[in-house]
């Protein structure tokens, strides 16, 4: 079992830039593939990032490359998402997510076996 938890969502402006973490506890977090998905109100949970289990590995979705960096830091058994140029369409509910051994297919939600609860970020416009 591994428990996730997120923080550092919160209310930013537009172009302004935030920090998310997730704290892992239980199994060895470096055996896990890492991701980090999103919901919007009214919208389907969709792909943000990707994290191989020893960081070698980065992928992300279209909408938010370039403005967006996933990271990890075994030592201390957290995933960062950097969110920066920050627009309200990136306004959602955001959730970490661990999947044993190499995920093949990132951006498929089942490919992945624990899930935190969320953190909300609202981006004003």
């Known amino acids: 079992q591994v428990q996730l938890v997120e923080s550092g969502g919160g209310l930013v402006q537009a172009g302004g830039s935030l920090r998310l973490s997730c704290a892992a506890s239980?199994?060895?977090?470096?055996?896990?593939?890492m991701g980090w998905f999103r919901q919007a109100p009214g919208k389907e949970r969709e792909f943000v990032a990707h994290?191989?289990?020893?960081?070698?590995?980065?992928n992300y979705a279209d909408s938010v490359k370039g403005r967006f960096t996933i990271s990890r830091d075994n030592a201390k058994n957290t995933m960062y998402l950097q969110m920066n140029s920050l627009k309200p369409e990136d306004t959602a509910v955001y959730y970490c997510?661990?999947?044993?051994?190499?995920?093949?297919?990132?951006?498929?939600?089942?490919?992945?076996?624990?899930w935190g609860q969320g953190t909300q970020v609202t981006v004003s416009s």
């Open positions: 994290i191989s289990w020893n960081g070698g590995i980065a």
């Open positions: 239980g199994r060895a977090f470096s055996w896990y593939d």
């Open positions: 997510a661990a999947g044993q051994g190499h995920i093949f297919y990132y951006y498929v939600e089942r490919e992945y076996e624990y």
